[in-house]
């Protein structure tokens, strides 16, 4: 960037949204600074004039320009966004790999993407594959401060012992012995085939993390999740939820709505009442759209209700939570891998885990042989122009990869948000929500 020639001269930075909270207060928000600001309303022409501004009100002109309200005139935000983004996604100091053991599952619910094929299994050839890429990943990483393994699916507790305990193991053994940080061992599992014996085993390792999702309260749950065995398989879960909390383990309860469960979604937290305050610390509950579903406003106020119930009862919560420059997907960080059982490599465990959508293979010595190019996943995003220009663009980033390379085929609608000025301050809102919540059950 050249030298800057107008030092004293600020203009309103791009990523600032203001939007009025009373007939006295705004709320004013930067999404590159990420940073919350309420301020008593002004005329416009003053807010609009920064030296007019610096006069009249100079303390708040001087925060203003502290939190990147304001901005040197030849400040280029869109640089630093870029500059940012890649710093995140192309960090060579953590490495993480998500294991899918199997694509059979337990359960068959309607929504799930995924075609699952029974009695499949990681063979040992392609488990001494996983081996070796983790050595790889050790020796060729050079930088490597931390190293994570997740399980998918399919159901990954369906092979448990056979597949996923002699991996956790090998990751255990390989990061002792070569001083790395032991991250973390997350399993995304529908939590059904949990019990005493794999809770206790897994009890034994640092920092253990299940993903497990819910699909309403008890009825509306069991109509959805159906078991083979047709059993209750809410109170199945939430049990074996609360198995987990008891043993340390922190969990995050993925509730999955729709307009028609959303009446049934309070019941969990009564449920779950029983945990300790201590336990409920390991709990995060975490509100999610079933993505087929097109949910209207008023559906949005009625989750936002149930948001307000779980606060009531000190659960820790996200919802509509979107910070893709900060903490993008991890499929869009360079250094992650998600592993098939038959070896194959993709980057998103969102997908049909099929030949067409895979982007690479596991060879005979442990290295990703890539088929497509990581950078396009990377130079994709804010390549529309309306992304560019947009004021939550920091937090949004256009959406997740997977969406920004359908869309640049013509594939999805050029905005997740329908340009909609509603829903982007409806964002920034539920964000400062989620912000003070969570701060004060964190002390």
């Not at 100079?58 to 983004?85: A, I």
């Not at 029983?274 to 009625?302: A, C, M, P, Y």
């Not at 885990?353 to 982007?359: A, G, I, M, Q």
């Not at 829903?423 to 002390?443: P, Q, S, T, Y």
Request: proline share 2%; aromatic share 10%; net charge neutral.
């Amino acid at each position: 960037m050249s030298p800057c020639l107008n030092l004293f001269i600020m203009k309103k930075s791009k990523y600032n949204s203001l939007i009025p909270l009373s007939s006295k207060i705004d709320l004013l928000y930067n999404a590159l600074s990420d940073t919350f600001l309420f301020v008593h309303k002004m005329d416009d022409k003053v807010w609009s004039n920064s030296k007019k501004l610096e006069i009249e009100h100079p303390s708040l002109f001087k925060k203003l320009c502290e939190n990147g309200f304001y901005v040197e005139d030849c400040f280029d935000e869109f640089e630093t966004l870029q500059r940012l983004n890649q710093a995140v996604v192309n960090n060579d100091r953590n490495y993480f790999i998500i294991i899918n053991p199997t694509l059979a599952c337990n359960y068959k619910c309607w929504y799930c993407y995924e075609n699952h094929i029974p009695h499949s299994k990681m063979s040992e050839e392609t488990l001494d594959r996983v081996y070796k890429h983790m050595v790889n990943v050790i020796k060729t990483h050079t930088k490597l401060q931390s190293f994570c393994i997740s399980f998918f699916g399919g159901e990954p507790l369906l092979h448990f012992k056979d597949i996923i305990l002699p991996i956790i193991h090998f990751y255990n053994r390989l990061c002792e012995e070569n001083d790395i940080s032991f991250t973390g061992i997350g399993f995304t599992s529908n939590g059904g085939l949990l019990n005493s014996e794999i809770v206790e085993t897994l009890a034994q390792y640092k920092n253990v993390q299940f993903q497990i999702t819910l699909d309403g309260g008890k009825n509306e749950h069991n109509r959805i999740r159906h078991s083979h065995k047709g059993e209750d398989t809410y109170t199945l879960i939430l049990r074996n939820v609360m198995l987990l909390l008891k043993n340390n383990m922190e969990v995050r309860l993925r509730i999955n709505y729709t307009s028609d469960c959303l009446n049934s979604l309070t019941q969990i937290a009564d449920d779950l009442n029983v945990l300790s305050d201590e336990e409920k610390t390991r709990l995060n509950v975490d509100f999610h759209q079933v993505w087929q579903e097109r949910i209207l406003s008023k559906d949005l106020d009625g989750v936002r209700d149930v948001v307000n119930y779980f606060d009531r009862k000190k659960f820790k919560m996200t919802f509509n939570d979107v910070n893709m420059l900060r903490n993008p997907c991890y499929g869009d960080k360079r250094n992650t891998a998600v592993i098939n059982y038959n070896g194959d490599i993709y980057k998103c465990t969102a997908n049909d885990f099929t030949k067409v959508n895979r982007e690479g293979y596991l060879d005979e010595k442990g290295n990703i042989v890539w088929l497509k190019s990581q950078d396009y996943r990377t130079n994709i995003r804010f390549k529309n122009g309306q992304c560019r220009s947009c004021r939550i663009a920091p937090l949004c980033g256009g959406g997740c990869s997977r969406h920004l390379i359908a869309r640049d085929a013509g594939q999805e609608e050029d905005c997740i948000f329908s340009s909609c000025e509603k829903r982007i301050n409806e964002l920034i809102l539920d964000r400062l929500d989620m912000f003070i919540r969570n701060r004060h059950k964190n002390g």
